[in-house]
């Protein structure tokens, strides 16, 4: 007689624990596509300040539809963004609400990050494709809603805490800065790492380098806004191809080493690049080596932004390292001693989501 196999009891709690779950994410991403609304129409810098406003005020505010609006606000008022005071009807968002929402240089500013969800949702079609061809999705094809949640949501970093606190922890590197020196800012973006750091040392000049022509165009006009574009040439280029000439007194990479299709070429070229005693800086994400080391908040939002982002734009180019988003010490220690790079030290710089390495070459 064949052995029978004895089955297994169905713990009925943990599929009730799972469906809720799935339902209160599935409302997670609803509130981020009404926080969008409100983001991209200005609706929280429009009540930043206001007071308590009704509907109908608030159309006067905004010049927007007021059965929209009023909607939006109940909406908002009940998922707790904004307060509701009920004998009058009225709207309000507090203080602490407003730094998140509305106020862009304020360290809590969170509400760009929200332009992740209509942006990673409007690739999905060429991503189910490229599951089966093994190919990428183009970093275009994630569209201006990227570019904000990027750059406008890094901001409020770089403006606090990257001549404050970052820069301090290397002093050697501060006290070079502060009487001049040539500065590369690879993988800039938007332009903000560039545009802070030129402010903070008056005396420095920054080649700033992204392969995006749409964020060079944006960087140019934030540097002029600030009136440091005299000290900051921006090139649309891959990095290990940039027309850049050495040497370097810092160079720095912010959050994109893992996005790169050839990251130890592009080290190659920064280490190439770098004075004899010059210093490189990445930041990138504050996760662990393996499955078991990121079972913890920053681990899982790194592993749904690599499957949605960070690897198909890296595997659109031919022979692609395909890092991902999770690219933990060791992983980076690989590519830097590959290219060339003598010592790699984490710096003992706090941050929620980055981990600072210092090379030396």
Known sequence: MPEQKTATAIDETKIEALGERILGEVN???SCLNLYVGHRL????????????????????????????????????????????????????SDEHAAVLADDEHPGFASPFVCWIPSLASVLPELMDAF????????????EDALE???????????????????????????????????????????????????????ITIDAVDFDRESISQARANAKAAGVD??????????????????????????????????????????ALAADDGVVLIADEAVGDGVEENRHFMGRICYNFSVLHCLPQARVFPD?????????????????KDAGFRRMDILPVENPFWRFYRLTP
């Open 320 to 336: 692609s390292a395909a890092t991902g988003t999770v690219m933990g010490p060791r992983k980076l220690e690989g590519y830097a």
């Open 149 to 203: 949640a990027v750059g406008s949501g890094n901001k409020a970093m770089f403006v606090n805490d990257y001549a404050a606190k970052w820069i301090p922890a290397m002093p050697d590197v501060e006290s070079r800065l502060k009487v001049g020196g040539r500065v590369a800012d690879i993988g800039c973006g938007i332009g903000w790492s560039s545009i802070c750091l030129a402010q903070a040392f008056p005396e």
């Open 28 to 30: 997670a991403g609803m």
């Open 230 to 271: 005299d000290r900051i040439a921006f090139h649309a280029a891959d990095a290990a191809e940039a027309p850049l000439e050495g040497p370097y007194d810092f160079i720095t990479v912010f959050e994109c080493i893992h996005d790169m299709a050839h990251p130890v070429a592009a080290l190659g070229r920064m280490q």
């Open 132 to 143: 089966g061809s093994g190919g990428g999705v183009p970093y275009e094809a994630y569209g």
């Open 42 to 93: 200005g609706l929280f810098k429009a009540l930043q300040g206001a007071g308590d406003v009704t509907p109908a005020d608030f159309m006067g505010l905004t010049g927007y539809d007021e059965r929209y609006l009023r909607e939006w606000l109940e909406c908002m008022a009940v998922n707790g963004y904004v307060a509701h005071r009920a004998e009058t009807d009225s709207f309000s968002l």
